[in-house]
């Protein structure tokens, strides 16, 4: 087989919506399946996006291989601010952002964002495109719990409030963090920013099971946002093994 023949075989899926037209990098049964699954894996996502506009910034932290990125940024015109730390991720994320030519309208770093910043290790569950349940500093579940860990790969860690404390992002109007079980280091990271009046909504994967997330909710109505009950109860998951977990939108 020829080289140029069979680079063509690179597979990607196309995804339209409203007449926008959105096309991903599809490597692996993974990544295809979060193509395929892009408006019901979490519609509340979607919906919460959907409410965007082109004078919006979004800042995605655990933007995976950028399926919100891409859709905020076609379907909204907003810019992206997208945070990736996963090497295989990332990779995929920049060929996502490329094969929509959004490079004018998204930035993505190869940066986790925590309580602190420095050189540390990422703890990946799985070394395979478009996976998850990753995590910084130590290895952990989505949980919380030790977990085993397939593959340790370093990694630079920063926060929210340094970045835009020294002009590198934005405030962004939106957030969505989404770091299956680290949130709550994220928060703590931008406490700062998220005072911040321009900061309007933020989505926040909460695991209801833990303390620490808990404690996010009430900083959350501490700062003046207020989230909707029946979003919160159509969101958490009531079976399996994320059981209790679900987006919060919290907004001013």
């Known amino acids: 087989m020829e080289l140029e023949e069979y680079e063509r075989l690179a597979p990607h899926r196309t995804v339209e919506f409203r ?7 599809t490597p692996n049964m993974g990544t295809l399946l979060r193509a395929e699954t892009l408006f019901f894996k979490e519609p509340d996502t979607i919906d919460w996006i959907s ?9 995605d932290v655990g933007a995976n291989v950028g399926m919100y990125t ?10 992206v601010f997208a945070f990736e730390p996963e090497s295989q991720n990332y990779a ?4 996502n952002i490329h ?3 959004l490079d004018d309208r998204v930035q993505a770093y190869c940066v986790a964002l925590s309580d602190e910043a420095g050189l540390d290790r990422l703890y990946l569950s799985r070394f395979v495109p478009g996976g998850s349940c990753h995590s910084l500093g130590q290895p952990l579940d989505h949980h919380n ?3 085993a860990s397939s593959f340790v790969q370093g990694c630079m860690s920063s926060t929210i409030d340094a970045l835009v404390g020294r002009g590198a992002i934005p405030v962004p109007t939106q957030i969505k963090i989404d770091v299956d079980g680290l949130e709550h280091k994220i928060i703590a990271g931008a ?3 998220l005072r911040d009046a321009r900061v309007r909504s933020v989505l926040v994967e909460i695991n209801t099971n833990l303390d620490e997330h808990w404690a996010i909710v009430d900083a959350f109505l501490d700062w003046g946002f207020d989230y909707s009950r029946e979003q919160v109860e159509r969101a958490v998951r009531t079976k399996g093994e994320s059981k209790g977990v679900g987006n919060y939108v919290f907004r001013r």
């Open 99 to 101: 094969l929509n030519r």
């Open 92 to 95: 995929i994320l920049n060929r």
């Open 145 to 147: 719990r030790p977990a």
């Open 19 to 25: 007449g926008a037209r959105m096309i991903f990098d």
């Open 191 to 193: 406490r700062t920013t």
């Open 51 to 59: 409410g965007f506009t082109a004078d919006d910034t979004l800042l």
């Open 70 to 79: 891409i859709f905020a940024a076609c379907t909204r015109g907003s810019s």
